[in-house]
């Protein structure tokens, strides 16, 4: 008898994530997910994934939510100056 992993992923799925015809969700490399401003990591994405994986997983999710959200910050203080600039009130 072998083990038959299940994912927990009752949320991500509740948020609309996809998954694969596995049934597990998908992800990119970094963790990124099929719906905007979500990212999955460790055995939830990957059945296979142990404890050093799953925190390598989530070391590279957390590395690419902070970009997605540094380069969101930049593009609202951009719009922001641009505004200011021309006088407008937003």
Do not use: I, K
Not at 35 to 42: K, L, Q, R, S, T
Request: charged content about 25%; some cysteine; overall charge negative.
């Amino acid at each position: 008898m072998f083990p038959r992993p299940v994912p927990r992923d009752e949320l991500l799925t509740g948020l609309g994530c996809a998954t694969g015809d596995d049934g597990w969700v998908t992800a990119d490399r970094t963790g990124r997910t099929s719906v905007a401003g979500v990212w999955a990591a460790g055995n939830v994405v990957d059945p296979r994934a142990q404890v050093v994986t799953a925190a390598g997983m989530g070391s590279a999710a957390a590395f690419a939510l902070n970009n997605d959200l540094l380069d969101e910050d930049v593009d609202h203080a951009v719009e922001r100056h641009r505004v200011a600039a021309r006088g407008e009130d937003r």
